[in-house]
């Protein structure tokens, strides 16, 4: 169990999304930074889809009732862990997984490059799950706890540290995950692609849009990212304004004051404003990571493009999903060095059974000599 000393601004409880129930008005919601959440995931070896704590500008303060093992993806913190019984502190940063002894307390913390971090633990947090999925929203009342509010001071979150977990503190990311991360004082690049309204703005808006710079507007969440600047303008006969229709995340709207809006996780599910763009998939995760105040920039590719780039970061995933298989923590076995626990009897020459455990997990190996 985890207790919520002090909740930070806006921390809820997200996994992949509510989906296949935006045609009875319910937005998926999710991870802002679906990326994050998925790293953590591979971090602590726990399912795709387990649920993680999204935390907004500041990480919270837990205190940790059991074991655990826990891990910070996503925007960058430097926080730290106090032990209990006067055992001193152990300094937490992002992208490595740390095991907790009950009675510690995880130490409130600015995210200072970012926006939102995930903190996930290893078994996942056990919340009822509503219509297939934990994440909170709030707007329909469901999911998270208490109908998908945000954590307030005394909330109690379940979890269960699976057997042999305390073998996954240690593992760290590898160098370089953090890449997509917004740079402080360098203007974001997003890569968009053509809406179903494109053709309604003026051919001068489009090819002037490379060389604007906006910037996030404080009236932001996680319905939308609202951008200031340059005003896009419509082709004669149009101003913005649609017969509304489906709507959902990455579509970006141009309405009638020409300022674009980004739907994000928690975005409504119909609107009637054109939508002459939408975000490329693959840059989702540095969207979420803007702050008020960010400056970004805009560049038109093709679906094509757009689809490539969400390879790459598949093909990213599967690379970290690698470089984290066998590795060890401080507190974990060697899998070079796991001995097999038993062996069955075989004939000469004949395949080898084993049955070999590794980090909690018990596999079933069979081994036999190629034929020469």
Known sequence: MIK????????????????????????????????????????????????????????????????????????????????????????VRTGTAYFAPAGSVLQQAMITRGVRCCLGLAGGLLTLPILGSRSADAKSGIGGIRGGMKLTAGDLIPDDLPEGGEGLAGRTLPEGWDEYLPQAGTPTLLHITKGPQFDQLEAEAVRT????????????????????????????????????????????????????????????????????FWLAAADRKTAAQLRPGDKVRFELVETEDAVEHARAEAEDLEEIRAALTGATGANAPSP?????????????????????????????????????
Do not use: W
């Open 4 to 91: 919520v000393i002090t909740p930070g601004p806006l921390t809820t409880i997200q996994d992949g999304g509510r989906t296949g129930h935006m045609g009875n008005g319910l937005s998926p919601c999710g991870a802002m930074d679906e990326y994050a959440r998925r790293l953590n995931n591979l971090l602590l070896d726990n399912p795709a889809d387990t649920a993680v704590l999204e935390c907004t500008l500041l990480l919270p303060t837990l205190q940790f009732t059991e074991d655990a093992v826990f891990a910070i993806t996503g925007g960058i913190v430097k926080t730290s862990l106090r032990l209990p019984m006067e055992g001193g502190t152990v300094e």
């Open 209 to 276: 849009l490379a060389d604007l710079t906006y910037t996030v507007s404080a009236d932001s969440d996680r319905m939308g990212t609202r951008f200031e600047g340059t005003a896009l303008t419509y082709r004669e006969g149009f101003d913005g304004n649609i017969i509304t229709d489906a709507l959902s995340r990455g579509a970006i709207q141009v309405p009638p004051a020409g300022k674009p809006i980004l739907m994000n996780a928690d975005a409504q599910t119909t609107g009637g404003y054109a939508k002459p």
């Open 336 to 372: 070079a060095a796991a001995a097999p626990a038993q062996a069955a009897p075989s004939a000469a020459g004949g395949p080898q059974a084993f049955e070999i455990r590794v980090n909690g997990h018990t596999y079933d190996v069979t081994i036999e000599k190629r034929r020469q």
